[in-house]
């Protein structure tokens, strides 16, 4: 082996070892979710203390456990609090895990700041945008993932369903595309920032300790590449390029601030995306009749992906901080206090959702909240779509009669908050 292909494995192999121990953080202690929000949705409109906490035992806000804690289960009640955000706010997560981010988060803006960091940053994810990348991130798909496993007839696609948002982002992102080795080591520092938000104390101080080092190391990753488009004159239609280009009122983004808010939207770029993959292909290829009509009806496609975000939400739940005190039900909230969202929960509330514990891709649309909703809704969600979109044609076409292993276990999704399969081991002609 030699010394670059030993270098690649390696770095493959961390960015599995950070993608499990992300997983392993945020498994929780059940894998009975959905049957304890059902039991509040029926009994307890709102929950007072840390229902995440005790229920789920997943981390939520490192450091900041001793506010006030409520959490909200309805559709009507999530849907209510997160696109209020003048009441229910998000800085509180620049006190905890945002602190490495030099106040430049995104995520952890409120108000007029969020509103303009927001509106420069849009307008490149927009849909009309975002699909002029559809060429590149279908080729990667391809060229890149899927042919080179087409002789063995059989593959863990969840290999491909790791690497392959990596790879599709981080070129888009404008890193060079002919060291995909480095896109590895880019991606476990993306995972390594989450690092910091631990559950036990005696783990926090390491965990902060690392997400450091690895915020640091990407910040400086881009912005030398922020520094050689710059000098190049941006022209390009990479992400960087486009945040250079980006104007609001008569506003532009320094070297600085492009690099500190690409760097923001990293660590959920590919893994949530291969934790929604996941999910899509185990209802593709588990429910009896669903891969053939997909296959022959490719304009189900999204409708399978937005059913798998909505039926398994990668990321379970979404807190806030209430400004003022906060009237819900009878239950009165004090300012200052956190309200967690119980995102599974909402997504599976019979008031707004027929059979909503059916995976069904007919169902009439209406919003859920897999990727968020209101002022905060996640800015790279029609990125995720399209690379998932891409990714599930490639493997329709390019692998005939594709099907589960029956020498191998099934898929299973699972874990208390960030939910998905660890394994989806296929076979085909």
């Known amino acids: 082996m030699n010394t670059t292909t030993k270098t690649t494995t390696e770095n493959a192999q961390k960015l599995e070892a950070a993608y499990a121990s992300v997983s392993d953080l945020y498994r929780g202690k059940t894998d009975d979710l959905y049957a304890a929000c059902r039991e509040m949705r029926k009994t307890t409109r709102v929950y007072?203390?840390?229902?995440?906490?005790?229920?789920?035992?997943?981390?939520?806000?490192?450091?900041?456990?001793?506010?006030?804690?409520?959490?909200?289960?309805?559709?009507?009640?999530?849907?209510?609090?997160?696109?209020?955000?003048?009441?229910?706010?998000?800085?509180?997560?620049?006190?905890?895990?945002?602190?490495?981010?030099?106040?430049?988060?995104?995520?952890?803006?409120?108000?007029?700041?969020?509103?303009?960091?927001?509106?420069?940053?849009?307008?490149?994810?927009?849909?009309?945008?975002?699909?002029?990348?559809?060429?590149?991130?279908?080729?990667?798909?391809?060229?890149?993932?899927?042919?080179p496993l087409l002789p063995d007839k059989k593959a863990d696609l969840m290999e491909m369903g790791l690497n392959f948002p990596v790879r599709a982002m981080y070129a888009l992102v404008g890193f060079p595309e002919d060291n995909p080795d480095q896109y590895n080591q880019y991606a476990v520092w993306a995972l390594s920032m989450l690092a910091a938000n631990q559950l036990d104390k005696a783990k926090a101080e390491e965990g902060r300790r690392v997400a450091a080092i690895a915020v640091k190391s990407l910040y400086d990753a881009l912005m030398e590449q922020v520094q050689r488009r710059r000098a190049e004159g941006a022209t390009g239609d990479d992400l960087i390029t486009r945040l250079m280009n980006a104007e609001y009122e008569g506003h532009k983004l320094d070297d600085h601030e492009v690099a500190t808010f690409a760097r923001s939207l990293l660590p959920a770029a590919g893994e949530t995306t291969t934790r929604t993959f996941s999910a899509a292909m185990t209802f593709l290829?588990?429910?009896?009749?669903?891969?053939?009509?997909?296959?022959?009806?490719?304009?189900?496609?999204?409708?399978?992906?937005?059913e798998a975000v909505r039926f398994e939400p990668s990321s379970t739940f979404k807190v806030r901080e209430t400004s003022a005190d906060v009237q819900i039900?009878?239950?009165?909230?004090?300012?200052?206090?956190?309200?967690?969202?119980?995102?599974?929960?909402?997504?599976?509330?019979?008031?707004?959702?027929?059979?909503?514990?059916?995976?069904?891709?007919?169902?009439?649309?209406?919003?859920?909240?897999?990727?968020?909703?209101?002022?905060h809704m996640c800015i790279g969600q029609f990125v995720a779509k399209l690379e998932l979109n891409c990714a599930i044609?490639?493997?329709?076409?390019?692998?005939?009669?594709?099907?589960?292993?029956?020498?191998?276990?099934?898929?299973?999704?699972?874990?208390?908050?960030?939910?998905?399969?660890?394994?989806?081991?296929?076979?085909?002609?």
Request: a neutral charge; proline letters at 7%; glycine letters at 8%.
């Open 48 to 147: 007072e203390g840390d229902f995440i906490a005790k229920f789920l035992g997943v981390p939520t806000n490192a450091g900041l456990q001793t506010r006030p804690t409520y959490a909200v289960f309805q559709y009507q009640d999530v849907m209510n609090v997160l696109k209020d955000a003048n009441t229910f706010t998000s800085g509180f997560i620049l006190e905890g895990m945002g602190k490495v981010w030099d106040g430049l988060m995104i995520l952890g803006m409120d108000g007029e700041a969020h509103r303009k960091v927001r509106a420069l940053l849009q307008p490149a994810f927009m849909p009309e945008n975002v699909n002029k990348w559809r060429p590149k991130i279908d080729r990667v798909a391809r060229e890149d993932f899927i042919m």
């Open 285 to 306: 290829l588990t429910i009896p009749g669903l891969l053939d009509r997909v296959r022959n009806d490719r304009n189900l496609v999204p409708k399978l992906i937005d």
């Open 329 to 375: 039900g009878d239950v009165t909230i004090p300012k200052g206090s956190f309200v967690q969202c119980m995102v599974a929960s909402a997504n599976r509330d019979e008031s707004a959702f027929e059979n909503p514990d059916v995976f069904d891709i007919d169902r009439r649309q209406k919003p859920s909240f897999g990727f968020g909703f209101g002022p």
């Open 393 to 429: 044609n490639g493997i329709l076409d390019l692998m005939p009669n594709v099907r589960l292993d029956p020498e191998q276990p099934a898929p299973k999704i699972e874990g208390a908050h960030l939910r998905g399969a660890k394994s989806v081991h296929v076979i085909w002609d």
